[in-house]
């Protein structure tokens, strides 16, 4: 079986770890330190803080914004169930909007009828690692006539005076947009390094910060570390200075910090994100597309144009003309031929709590059918190209099987 998304673990990375573990010191600690310092450099942003998670990270930064019961935050129905998760944990509501038929990412036209006086951020979600149109997002928020609207209550908020802009940049570290990475564009963006991602740590995410002033993003790199280890104002490491024990609890905190163990792994995966994983990914995007291209029921994602270029994290096709019950047929013909694919995203609205919440997919037309004719093929840094053409070959044959039953 051809598997879907396996991690890639070599020796450099088995002799990081092993490193790691001899070393004596396997929480938050120099490898934490350093990862954070080499994914700034990387994508250019103000500041990052490693964590646990990238759901952890966004929760962080609603919590610090001071999100909170009777606000909003505008979500796209398209994505993974964390992005709306983390606004029901802070007892705010998820606003649902559709997206762009054309590359699954929220729509900023639906953005805008969605803005209410209520509304607090915007998470725009880098679907597939293809970055959202975020001058428009950005220009939005920054609309006089939007700016006016918004109802500030905490210090964080009257600062900014406006709808903060909080990236789900889990799937699109290395991505760009008019040149510039993710992670350097927004107020805030969170990147994912959990095992199936383009870049891993076992589990693990990232906050980076770009707040505009009078922001200082050292400042708040330091409140979200205190915040992200129980509300301490000293970690581990910093306890360990000589006669440095005694600590004090400012908040009651939460416990989203990174290990060195897991930003061991992630100092060896950035140390070749750039010059060879990124291109090994895009190398697999571009031959299934020219595969594809020569059927006229292949939808080819769109993965570059002159302004965007992806991380090329999920090859998200779509079949044309097909219902959700056919692509499932699909998927059971591909499966039966040895192959592993995936559906990125059932759209959050369809699952059981949040239709209980009374969120229904009807009001999502363009989501409900990127989902229902969508299949993830593998792509891996492992991926051989005899794989890649057994993937794209079975993918063919069971399209075809499916369509002439249909006929
Ligand atoms: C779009 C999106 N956002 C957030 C997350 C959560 O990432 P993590 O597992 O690191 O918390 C995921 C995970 O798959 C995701 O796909």
């Given at each position: 079986?051809?598997?879907?998304?396996?991690?890639?673990?070599?020796?450099?990375?088995?002799?990081?770890?092993?490193?790691t573990?001899?070393?004596?010191?396997?929480t938050t600690?120099?490898?934490?330190?350093?990862?954070?310092?080499?994914l700034?450099?990387?994508?250019?942003s103000?500041?990052?803080?490693?964590?646990?998670?990238?759901?952890?990270?966004?929760?962080?930064?609603?919590?610090?914004?001071?999100?909170?019961?009777?606000?909003?935050?505008?979500?796209?129905?398209?994505t993974?169930?964390?992005?709306?998760n983390?606004?029901?944990?802070?007892?705010?509501?998820?606003?649902?909007?559709?997206?762009?038929?054309?590359d699954?990412?929220?729509?900023?036209?639906?953005?805008?009828?969605?803005?209410?006086?209520?509304?607090?951020v915007i998470?725009?979600?880098?679907f597939?690692?293809?970055p959202?149109?975020?001058?428009?997002?950005?220009?939005?928020v920054?609309?006089?006539?939007?700016k006016?609207?918004f109802?500030p209550?905490?210090?964080?908020?009257q600062?900014?005076?406006?709808i903060?802009?909080?990236?789900?940049?889990?799937h699109?570290?290395?991505?760009?947009?008019?040149?510039?990475?993710?992670?350097?564009?927004?107020?805030?963006?969170?990147?994912?390094?959990?095992?199936v991602?383009?870049?891993?740590?076992?589990?693990?995410?990232?906050?980076?910060?770009?707040?505009?002033?009078?922001?200082?993003?050292?400042t708040?790199?330091?409140?979200?570390?205190?915040?992200?280890?129980?509300?301490?104002n000293?970690?581990a490491?910093?306890?360990?200075?000589?006669g440095a024990?005694?600590?004090?609890v400012v908040?009651?905190?939460?416990?989203?910090?990174?290990?060195?163990?897991?930003?061991?792994?992630g100092?060896?995966?950035?140390s070749?994100?750039s010059?060879?994983?990124?291109?090994?990914?895009?190398?697999?995007?571009?031959f299934?597309?020219?595969?594809?291209?020569?059927?006229?029921w292949?939808?080819i994602?769109?993965?570059?144009?002159?302004d965007?270029k992806s991380?090329?994290h999920v090859?998200?096709?779509?079949?044309?003309?097909?219902?959700?019950?056919?692509?499932?047929?699909?998927?059971?013909?591909?499966?039966?031929?040895?192959v592993?694919?995936?559906?990125?995203?059932?759209?959050?609205?369809m699952?059981?709590?949040?239709?209980?919440?009374?969120?229904?997919?009807?009001n999502?037309?363009?989501?409900?059918d990127?989902?229902?004719?969508?299949?993830?093929?593998?792509?891996?840094?492992?991926?051989?190209?005899?794989?890649?053409?057994?993937?794209?070959?079975?993918?063919?044959?069971?399209?075809?099987?499916?369509?002439e039953?249909?006929?």
């Amino acid at each position: 079986m051809i598997p879907f998304s396996p991690p890639h673990i070599d020796e450099a990375i088995i002799r990081e770890v092993a490193d790691t573990l001899r070393s004596g010191w396997i929480t938050t600690g120099p490898k934490t330190k350093l990862f954070e310092k080499k994914l700034t450099d990387y994508y250019g942003s103000k500041s990052t803080l490693c964590l646990n998670s990238a759901t952890a990270g966004l929760e962080l930064i609603l919590r610090w914004f001071g999100v909170k019961e009777g606000d909003e935050v505008i979500v796209p129905a398209y994505t993974y169930c964390a992005t709306a998760n983390v606004v029901l944990h802070c007892g705010a509501k998820a606003v649902f909007t559709d997206v762009n038929p054309s590359d699954f990412n929220i729509s900023v036209e639906k953005i805008k009828a969605a803005i209410t006086d209520k509304t607090k951020v915007i998470i725009p979600v880098d679907f597939a690692g293809y970055p959202c149109d975020y001058d428009e997002i950005n220009a939005l928020v920054n609309n006089p006539a939007i700016k006016k609207l918004f109802r500030p209550v905490s210090a964080e908020q009257q600062a900014l005076g406006r709808i903060l802009v909080l990236a789900d940049s889990a799937h699109s570290i290395g991505a760009r947009y008019k040149g510039r990475f993710t992670g350097s564009i927004t107020d805030a963006a969170v990147f994912s390094f959990h095992a199936v991602k383009n870049l891993i740590t076992a589990e693990g995410g990232a906050i980076a910060l770009n707040l505009p002033p009078p922001f200082d993003n050292g400042t708040i790199y330091r409140t979200l570390a205190v915040k992200s280890l129980h509300g301490q104002n000293k970690d581990a490491l910093a306890k360990t200075q000589k006669g440095a024990w005694r600590y004090d609890v400012v908040e009651p905190g939460y416990k989203y910090n990174m290990t060195d163990l897991a930003a061991a792994i992630g100092l060896i995966e950035l140390s070749r994100y750039s010059e060879d994983i990124l291109p090994k990914r895009k190398k697999i995007f571009d031959f299934y597309s020219s595969f594809f291209s020569e059927y006229s029921w292949a939808q080819i994602p769109e993965y570059e144009n002159q302004d965007k270029k992806s991380s090329y994290h999920v090859y998200a096709l779509r079949i044309k003309n097909i219902s959700e019950r056919e692509r499932d047929d699909i998927i059971k013909e591909i499966s039966e031929r040895e192959v592993s694919v995936n559906v990125h995203f059932i759209p959050v609205p369809m699952m059981s709590f949040y239709h209980s919440l009374g969120y229904n997919i009807s009001n999502y037309p363009a989501a409900f059918d990127c989902y229902s004719r969508e299949i993830s093929l593998p792509v891996y840094y492992d991926l051989t190209e005899n794989q890649m053409q057994t993937v794209a070959e079975a993918v063919a044959a069971s399209v075809k099987k499916v369509l002439e039953i249909k006929k």
